[in-house]
């Protein structure tokens, strides 16, 4: 894949972001914050959830940011699924999608429509420990660091090029929530230092080597 993002953000013309949500919503927060304090050059248009009554979606009502739902259910199957919550973010025209604890696998028409725009983050440094137990296989498997990686989203799982990543020590009798919450710290402040380099500095994808622009 060859694809870029320009950069260039400013506070006074900020990137549009479409963030996705399942559940609780805290790497949300921690965008929502760095936006309003002016850490981050971002303006998030609007906020999407595969379900109802999560917190995510009540966060982005406190912060009076627009909010969808796409579920699954609602829908024939995942194709028709994946069409319509595709055009629901393309709605709000954004120049990043940013999964923040986004439980869902999209498909080909969201892939083809926000390649090289869309990004995740995973609880282990990949490609070790992909998929949805990344922090209780790397314990399994007896590691002694692990961590947190950014990356953009293709059509594997957790196989995208990646962006960023930060290691986490696993500690003397560590299990799998405590080692998670200091994995979850990580996480966001490694999202916000990404959105924001995104934003400023634009960035190059050429097969799996991500640079960074100068904005």
């Known amino acids: 894949m060859v694809a870029e993002l320009t950069g260039g953000a ?3 013309d900020p990137m549009a972001v479409v963030v996705l949500v399942s559940g609780s919503g805290t790497n949300l927060q921690a965008l929502i914050d760095a936006a309003g304090s002016g850490r981050c050059p ?5 906020v999407g959830a595969d379900r109802t009554g999560i917190e ?7 912060a009076g940011i627009p909010a969808f739902v796409v579920a699954m259910r609602d829908h024939p199957d995942r194709a028709a699924w994946d069409r319509a919550l595709t055009a629901a973010v393309l709605a709000y025209r ?11 696998i999209v498909g080909p028409a969201f892939l083809e429509e926000f390649a090289g725009r869309f990004i995740n983050t995973h609880p282990a440094l990949l490609p ?3 998929g949805a137990h990344g922090v209780r296989d790397a314990l399994a498997y007896g590691v002694k660091v692990t961590g947190a990686t950014c990356h953009f989203v293709d059509s594997g799982v957790d196989t995208g090029a990646i962006i960023d990543q930060r290691v986490v020590a696993v500690e003397p009798g560590d299990d799998e929530s405590s080692l998670h919450e200091r994995i979850k710290a990580a996480e966001r402040d490694m999202l916000v230092e990404v959105v924001t380099a995104l934003a400023v500095r634009g960035v190059r994808i050429a097969g799996r080597c991500v640079r960074f622009g100068d904005g």
């Open 94 to 104: 954004p120049a990043l999608v940013v999964g923040a604890g986004f439980m869902k």
């Open 128 to 130: 070790a420990f992909p």
């Open 10 to 12: 400013t506070a006074t």
């Open 42 to 46: 971002i303006r998030i248009v609007a």
């Open 56 to 62: 995510g979606l009540a966060r982005a009502g406190r």
